[in-house]
């Protein structure tokens, strides 16, 4: 069962989300150079604050409650120290580019949670063989946003087709660490349909994927709950597929994907 991330600072929600399988809850501290990275898209700005990783944990019985970060910064020793107060199980580092910066945030954890590496840096992807064996380091996580940024692309999906989410994959495999990538809308829904997408995630033995904004609006016929059930039989569904109808699906992500980028000049 692939693990669905859920980011919210909203106790009761997170109680909704408790209640079902195979759920983590996700507070989002990021704030160091996030809208100017992000300026002009239609991304998703966190204004969730410490305090908020408490009132999470505290109404949670069954998930883990993982917490990101900001990148590496002069301040990241007080803010590890203060996320950690607050209960967190998990620690994401986001917008990492080196060996050094992801060893240095691993001495500061010092083995108290599994770390989360945050992979949506040109220079983390090319240097994942140097880092992948960080110590306290459980999972890689593939953020196809930011990624697709540094890479030059002009569409998210784009590093997916490229082959670099299969090489993380790959390598994540070889040394037993969970791997996972990008946000996943409703299964009909999105410029790349949500069914799509977790076909991907199964040909890849992704263990994690984070829900969509859509999951969670206001005015949806189909409820949050509902909507996670039908993603759920998509899995179970997806997961008998045979050689060829894998092979299919993958043609089919390449040929929406192909569709979206811009003509270069």
């Not at 904004?213 to 039908?230: C, D």
């Amino acid at each position: 069962m692939i693990e669905f991330l859920q980011i919210t600072n909203d106790p009761d929600f997170a109680r909704r989300c408790d209640a079902l399988n195979g759920m983590r809850l996700f507070v989002d501290l990021e704030r160091l150079g996030k809208a100017e990275r992000q300026a002009g898209r239609n991304t998703f700005i966190s204004e969730h604050q410490i305090e908020d990783v408490s009132r999470i944990k505290t109404v949670l019985r069954r998930s883990r409650l993982m917490v990101r970060i900001n990148p590496p910064n002069p301040g990241s020793r007080v803010e590890v120290e203060a996320v950690l107060a607050q209960g967190a199980d998990l620690l994401m580092l986001p917008m990492f580019r080196s060996k050094a910066q992801l060893h240095e945030f691993s001495a500061i954890v010092g083995g108290r949670v599994p770390i989360v590496a945050l992979l949506e840096t040109a220079e983390a992807l090319t240097s994942i063989q140097d880092w992948i064996d960080t110590p306290g380091l459980a999972e890689v996580f593939v953020g196809l946003n930011d990624l697709h940024l540094s890479l030059g692309c002009s569409f998210m999906f784009e590093p997916l087709i490229q082959g670099h989410v299969d090489r993380v994959a790959e390598i994540c495999m070889r040394a037993s660490k969970n791997f996972g990538f990008g946000g996943i809308a409703r299964l009909g829904e999105g410029r790349v349909p949500g069914r799509i997408v977790l076909a991907e995630h199964l040909r890849l033995g992704s263990q994690a994927v984070i829900l969509s904004r859509t999951f969670n609006q206001p005015g949806q016929q189909l409820s949050f709950e509902a909507a996670v059930s039908e993603l759920r039989r998509a899995e179970s569904e997806l997961a008998l597929r045979d050689a060829a109808a894998i092979a299919a699906d993958r043609r089919l992500i390449e040929n929406l994907v192909a569709r979206q980028l811009v003509p270069k000049a």
